[in-house]
């Protein structure tokens, strides 16, 4: 499985980005996938995540103004960030992988595939 991110971009802050994570390669519909984040001098960090049961998770400092979604016909996860905040920025990275358990979700050593990261960046 291949990915590609973007939709990343230099926002102001309370202003809204859609990235977009597009597979190839295989199908992801029975996949557990995911967004991490990872600020300069950060470890790299569980932002949201859908189990492979269809369940989803966010962290709580993303909670009531990000959405994950996937699009199984467009092969496609998405998340939907509204209410920036500075703290957000970072570079946005998605993951996938076919045998994470749920409990694993939000642990970036768990998925196999990952894409290449895209910059967001909320300043005014």
């Known amino acids: 499985v291949q990915l590609q991110a973007s939709g990343g971009g230099l926002v102001q802050p309370g202003g809204s980005l859609k990235l977009s994570c597009a597979a190839s390669?295989?199908?992801?519909?029975?996949?557990?996938v995911a967004w991490f984040r990872q600020a300069p001098g950060m470890e790299r960090k569980f932002v949201a995540g859908i189990n492979r049961s269809g369940g989803i998770f966010y962290t709580d400092s993303v909670k009531g103004r990000t959405t994950i979604s996937k699009d199984n016909a467009r092969n496609t996860v998405y998340l939907q960030m509204n209410d920036l905040r500075p703290e957000d920025t970072a570079v946005y990275y998605c993951?996938?992988?076919?045998?994470?358990?749920?409990?694993?979700?939000?642990?970036?050593?768990?998925?196999?595939?990952w894409g290449q990261g895209t910059q967001v960046t909320v300043s005014s």
């Open positions: 390669g295989r199908t992801i519909s029975r996949h557990a």
């Open positions: 993951a996938a992988g076919s045998s994470v358990i749920s409990s694993n979700l939000a642990n970036p050593t768990a998925y196999a595939y």
